[in-house]
């Protein structure tokens, strides 16, 4: 059985980081971003994978909320952390596995000075 779970960011939160930008035009009209992550051969029940996979769906969300466009203003890091932490945390309460949530309870949401 293939597994995989598509993200879409909330329009708000896509919408307030697009809101933060400089010199960048709100598009209301615009579908929310999303990205597929693979949980092929991976066994959320086992801690090891649990983790691969809570990478595997930051990863994603940092490419979903435009984290790879390298925000520089204290106000587009802020909204990048809001967006990459409600996508993760969403995320997680989609996928329902026990133990991915208490790989993502440990690690806890992304800090600005991580970003």
Known sequence: MRRSLIFTIAA???LALA???TATTLHTAS???SNA???DHLDLGNGYDADI???RIEAAARRVCGFDLRPHSLQERRA???CINDAVASSVVKIGAPL???H???RGPIALVAL
């Open 12 to 14: 708000l939160a896509g």
């Open 19 to 21: 809101a933060t930008a």
């Open 31 to 33: 579908p929310p971003a």
């Open 37 to 39: 992550v693979s949980f």
């Open 53 to 55: 996979a809570l990478t």
């Open 80 to 82: 990048a952390a809001l």
């Open 100 to 102: 991915l949530s208490a």
């Open 104 to 106: 993502y309870a440990a």
